[in-house]
């Protein structure tokens, strides 16, 4: 991400990370950060709208096919890099159940 022209971040993303430092220890310093990032002319909001909904329906309607759900964020996250043609960098595994993106999932560990 170091080397990246561009970091999209998505509203969903973005809800769950502040969701998150209102019932963490270090609150004010992560939302900080966070403002610091975004105030960054490399990082972009992407909003949700009728398109990143077709899309969203798409992959739900795959998941539930195949019988691999996934957490209803996680879709419209991934719905969202569908309709962008980003790539999702994460830790959670479950999104490599979505064909329609690309997926760089890193181990916990």
Known sequence: MQEADEISINVIVLGELKSGFLGGRHREKNEQELAQFLASPRARVLG???????????????????????????VWIAASAMQYGLRVLTMDQHFRKIPQIVVDAFDES
Do not use: C, H, K
Request: no cysteine.
């Open 48 to 74: 949700i709208d009728e398109e990143t909904a077709d899309r969203y329906a798409v992959i739900l309607d795959f998941l539930r096919s195949a019988g691999t759900p996934i957490p209803t964020n996680d």
